[in-house]
């Protein structure tokens, strides 16, 4: 018997008389698969039904539409990386153009989530990725996709100085995926952590503009170039004689900032180079600021040393 399918996402039986639907499709995801091309004959399965076990995101598209062509590609990436939390059905309106009566679909594209067999919410036009992103956790209850939690580990093996496993990590992420500015940043962080210099330097330089860009890719470049400049200090209690000698030596100041850095004295260096700031902000163009600020980049933007340096550099310039 074939059904109509109601606007609230329930099915009626169609009349006698009228024409009788294919055989009901298996269920969707049945084949394992998470994204799949569907129509109306198989809507019920494909949809309602697999959405009594996850949700399932109904994307209406058509070949001559150009924000589909937008949109389709990041909902699919954006499935594939919630690892089995929530699935994709695409639906061709111009071959189905019954089901988008029946649903009210007035333009494209136009996407509708269904749970536990009903439609629960649903968006018009192409939105950017961290809406759709934001769209898809609110469907899945805020539970967080593997690639996630994977992203929150790598994070804290690295805060924990455990950089062989960040590094194991980060690779595996990007190995999934090779765009993850997230996984990226943690990498080149990791390789910078564990010395390997070079293997950062040239991770950094493959990347693709668009990526290289990116606040967090930027912020890891800085830390290269910091780690490359802290390898040439020379010894701390030789640079505090000399600018106990001289206390207008400004290059031993911020050579001994760096020298602090780079045997771990983070809270150290900084303290140092605020005085240089203080003394003589806008020495060699304005070079400690921009050591401080890529230390605080080095650091992390949530270290108390970031926070608390931070406050403490608008002060110094803006007192």
């Not at 996402?9 to 009788?20: F, V």
């Not at 902000?281 to 600021?289: L, M, P, Y």
Request: glycine content about 6%; charged content about 25%.
């Amino acid at each position: 018997m074939a059904f109509i399918l109601n606007p609230d996402g329930t099915t009626t039986p169609k009349p006698d008389g009228q024409a009788a639907a294919a055989p009901a499709a298996p269920p969707a995801g049945a084949d394992g698969a998470l994204i799949k091309d569907s129509d109306i004959r198989s809507f019920v399965p494909d949809v309602i039904e697999a959405s009594k076990a996850i949700p399932v995101l109904v994307d209406f598209w058509a070949p001559w539409c150009g924000p589909c062509k937008q949109l389709t590609p990041v909902l699919e990436k954006l499935v594939t990386q919630a690892g089995g939390l929530v699935k994709l059905v695409k639906i061709n309106a111009d071959e189905n153009q019954e089901l988008c009566q029946q649903l009210r679909v007035q333009s494209l594209p136009t996407v509708y989530a269904f749970k536990d067999g009903q439609p629960v919410d649903a968006f018009m036009g192409a939105l950017p990725e961290s809406q759709l992103k934001a769209f898809i956790e609110k469907l899945t209850g805020g539970t967080k996709p593997p690639l996630d939690q994977a992203l929150e580990q790598g994070q804290e093996a690295l805060a924990a100085g455990e950089n062989d496993l960040a590094l194991e990590i980060f690779t595996e992420i990007q190995a999934q995926d090779p765009a993850n500015e997230a996984a990226l940043s943690g990498l080149l962080r990791a390789q910078i952590a564990l010395g390997m210099l070079a293997e950062a330097e040239e991770a950094l330089a493959a990347l693709p503009a668009n990526l290289r860009v990116k606040a967090d890719i930027e912020a890891a470049a800085s830390a290269l170039e910091l780690a490359k400049e802290v390898g040439q200090t020379g010894d701390p209690a030789e640079l505090r004689a000399k600018i106990e000698a001289d206390p207008k030596d400004n290059q031993a100041r911020l050579d001994l900032a760096l020298a602090l850095f780079a045997r771990g004295d983070a809270e150290g260096a900084i303290d140092t180079l605020l005085e240089l700031v203080r003394r003589d902000r806008a020495w060699n163009d304005e070079a400690a600021r921009k050591q401080l600020v890529k230390i605080f980049d080095t650091l992390g933007g949530a270290h108390e040393l970031t926070v608390a340096g931070r406050r403490r550099l608008s002060s110094v310039l803006f007192s």
